[in-house]
């Protein structure tokens, strides 16, 4: 019987499996190396020990940084409410069960997609073209991917649940939205409750990015601080960052433990509404802009088809396809890679501090700084985004790792393991499994980002994307958001399959 | 079971408590002014002290010579700032060359008003590393040097950084494909491009000769390491651009109005002086859209104007 049963991996090798590629990536960036961008790089992190601490400085980057939470609160809300929904509907288990067919679901759930394939910054640079800089367009540009995300998220769990109970109460003629309740909401609770606190998280750093590209809030003083290389000042906002995202992050675990997410989530439109008005920040009801009447057909599809044809897909698809396997590699494998190089406390501290410094530089910065020290290659665009998504998934491997029960590391290191095997199969391997459908989760993100590691020497279709945006090339435009949406279903699919195997 | 359920009680009653309050509230204060508000932009190539400076600096003095409320409104993209022009939520922006005509294009009626008195003899240089073993070029048709090279850009919208160099090379002979790595880098700002070239992670960089200079001037740039080796022809940049509707919105000859007083900032007032030092000229001068025709057909010829 055994020898029939496939050989599986040990989730604790998939998860470290990935940080083979900082080998390539290492030896790449190692040929490229060069001293000449030290005395630059030395003053950004000099920097950051002396912010500017000007006072009109500081007070500018205070109400802007309230416009980037506002948007990201907001946003959060919107989209955790929208999410719940959707969630809801587009389950099997609840469709099924309440109206006895399947399809339903699926269908939302496949028309779903697409939003959330759009990286929040296109939808954002797109709803602009739209309705102009009002506060609204960062607000729907978050909440339209994070909703869909949330829904496939919330379904996943519902359907992914055992049903023993659900259909011994249904035998047992418990009212079907009875049974649901009972059945099925508490054990997706925690994870989903687990998932919401996270996005909140997300939120910020995605207003700050929207910022980043043009779209008001404290993102766009960094940028024009980062454009002008004054380090001093973008480290005042960086740190003003670092702080608002400590407060949410706290805020955020006090409530769920009391189980006020639900109630803050409902509040909160309220408020920032109000708080909208003291900043001064148009938040009033979007307008429709008249653009330009659309061409006519004909014209339409010679559009389309020479955007098509002149654009160079294969190599665009590989390059991106390439960025996001060694990013995410990087993203994945490097957290649990060092982990287990200082499996103890004191480095444990420090790592958690590197990753939180990580996350909060943007993409787009660290890229940069890559760049004063390393010949313009892909290996850098990969590993800007790689870095800055390790932050993230670091972060959420100490948080599984610190719900790990100690016992099994215990005995085993009692029985006489090495310290570093006891760690590796008593804490680790336990912690794998959540770090891994959640790595699934940050490579479709990944690829979605590709959009804004543009900087480096024409890397792939996010570059494309943001030169066919800047020339207003609006067929190329289309293509190009579909191709982006379909590679990401396909990973999707995918990430699903392998997820099933396992 | 009761003392669970309290705190949510609690929470619940304050929410809504806070929920209503703040709903009143904001009925009353509501903007009881309809006044509308002149809001002027900028395409982002400085940095955000200066550029705040400067455009509060800009809006008091356009608020007192045009008696109506004038915001200075960030945007930190190009593209961003073309957009939120051709939608309204920028009424008067200063633009870049291309911007400025792609932003024309796509909002018809807008006019050029002034340009700086140095825009209408623009230039860009070409900097190189001193490791790359360029030479100073002295006649355009050694621009092919540079085929092979890495080479970097500002920000992909720039006439400066990108669109006129592209130009000047492909006209010598230089297509993109010619350069290391298939193709240019994009720094996103004239600045960074100072650094990129100055570390030696790309040997060769093209930018706004303003910025370089200034740069030079504050001594943040290291000459042993980074020099000029070209500058480009002259063209016509940067300038301000009005939407269609002003008089419409502010009355009957605003727009005259708004160019007579650019026009009219001379370095004799306080004020007039801090923003034409900020702006780095000594006056604004009349520009009308024709000037910028030969930018639009560059523009169209590398794909940035469709």
């Known amino acids: 019987m055994a020898l029939q049963r496939r050989l599986k991996p040990a989730p604790v090798l998939v998860a470290l499996a990935p940080a083979l590629v900082v080998l390539p990536l290492g030896i790449v960036l190692l040929r490229d190396l060069h001293g000449g961008g030290v005395e630059q790089i030395g003053r950004f992190w000099l920097a950051a020990l002396q912010p500017s601490l000007d006072p009109t400085l500081l007070k500018h980057q205070l109400a802007e940084l309230q416009i980037t939470a506002l948007t990201a609160l907001l946003a959060w809300s919107l989209s955790s409410l929208a999410g719940l929904l959707l969630g809801v509907l587009s389950s099997t288990t609840i469709c099924s069960t309440l109206t006895g067919r399947r399809w339903p679901a699926v269908v939302l759930r496949r028309c779903l997609a697409p939003l959330r394939s759009i990286h929040e910054l296109i939808w954002g640079l797109l709803l602009l073209q739209l309705f102009g800089l009002n506060g609204w367009v960062a607000v729907l540009a978050i909440v339209l991917p994070y909703s869909a995300l949330l829904a496939r998220v919330l379904a996943d769990q519902l359907d992914q649940q055992e049903l023993p109970a659900l259909i011994a109460l249904r035998c047992a003629g418990v009212p079907a939205v009875i049974n649901l309740f009972t059945s099925l909401m508490p054990p997706v609770a925690a994870a989903l409750r687990d998932h919401i606190g996270h996005r909140l998280d997300c939120a910020l750093r995605s207003a700050l990015l929207l910022g980043i590209f043009g779209l008001g809030g404290l993102g766009t003083e960094l940028m024009l601080s980062l454009q002008s290389l004054r380090f001093r000042e973008l480290w005042s906002g960086l740190w003003l960052m670092a702080l608002l995202l400590a407060l949410m992050n706290l805020v955020i675990r006090r409530l769920s433990a009391r189980h006020g997410l639900l109630l803050l989530t409902l509040a909160l439109p309220l408020v920032t509404l109000l708080w909208s008005h003291r900043l001064n920040h148009d938040l009033s009801l979007p307008r429709w802009i008249q653009g330009a009447p659309w061409p006519p057909w004909a014209q339409l599809r010679d559009g389309l088809t020479q955007a098509w044809v002149e654009t160079p897909w294969l190599e665009l698809v590989g390059r991106t396809l390439l960025i996001t396997v060694l990013a995410s590699g990087v993203a994945i494998g490097l957290p649990p890679l060092l982990r287990l190089i200082a499996p103890d406390d004191g480095p444990g501290r420090m790592l958690k501090a590197g990753w939180l410094l990580m996350r909060l530089l943007p993409p787009p910065l660290t890229a940069l700084l890559l760049m004063l020290a390393s010949k313009p290659t892909l290996a850098v665009a990969a590993l800007a985004l790689g870095l800055h998504h390790s932050g993230v998934m670091g972060l959420v491997l100490e948080d599984g790792l610190e719900r790990v029960d100690g016992r099994h590391q215990q005995a085993m290191v009692a029985l006489g393991a090495p310290r570093r095997s006891a760690w590796l199969f008593g804490v680790l391997t336990p912690a794998s499994r959540r770090y891994l459908a959640y790595a699934a989760y940050r490579s479709d993100v990944i690829l979605r980002d590709t959009a804004v590691v543009g900087l480096v020497g024409g890397a792939g279709l996010g570059w494309q994307l943001m030169e066919a945006l800047s020339s207003f090339h609006w067929p190329q435009v289309g293509w190009l958001i579909l191709v982006y949406a379909v590679l990401t279903l396909l990973g999707e699919l995918a990430s699903e399959q392998l997820q099933e195997r396992a | ?306």
């Open chain 2, 1 to 306: 079971m009761p003392g669970r359920q309290r705190p949510v009680v609690m929470a619940t009653g304050l929410t809504t408590g806070l929920a209503f309050a703040m709903s009143l509230a904001g009925c009353s204060g509501a903007p009881s002014t309809n006044d509308p508000v002149l809001k002027i932009g900028a395409i982002p190539d400085q940095n955000p002290e200066k550029l705040n400076r400067l455009y509060g600096s800009l809006s008091d003095e356009l608020s007192e010579s045009l008696d109506v409320d004038v915001r200075y409104v960030p945007v930190s993209n190009y593209a961003a700032a073309v957009s939120a022009f051709r939608s309204g939520s920028l009424d008067l922006v200063w633009f870049g060359g291309l911007t400025g005509v792609q932003a024309r294009l796509q909002t018809p009626g807008a006019r050029v008003l002034a340009q700086r008195d140095i825009d209408a003899k623009f230039t860009s240089v070409f900097i190189a590393n001193g490791a790359s073993g360029l030479r100073p070029i002295t006649s355009a048709d050694q621009l092919v040097q540079l085929k092979g090279r890495r080479l970097a850009f500002g920000s992909e919208s720039s006439t400066s950084g990108r669109l006129m160099p592209q130009y000047f090379l492909g006209e010598n002979g230089v297509t993109m494909g010619d350069l290391a790595g298939g193709g240019p880098g994009f720094s996103g700002s004239h600045d960074a491009t100072i650094a990129v070239v100055q570390s030696g992670t790309y040997e060769v960089g093209a930018l706004n000769e303003q910025v370089w200079r200034s740069n030079v001037d504050e001594g943040r740039v290291d000459p042993s390491k980074v020099a000029v080796i070209w500058r480009t022809p002259p063209y016509v940049d940067y300038h301000w651009v009005a939407r269609p509707d002003l008089d419409e919105r502010f009355g009957e000859g605003f727009t005259d109005r708004v160019q007579k007083a650019l026009l009219s900032l001379t370095p004799s007032t306080e004020r007039g002086a801090l923003v034409l030092d900020l702006f780095g000229a000594e006056s604004f001068i009349p520009a009308q859209n024709e000037d910028y025709n030969k930018i639009e057909a560059v523009g169209r010829q590398l794909g940035k104007v469709r």
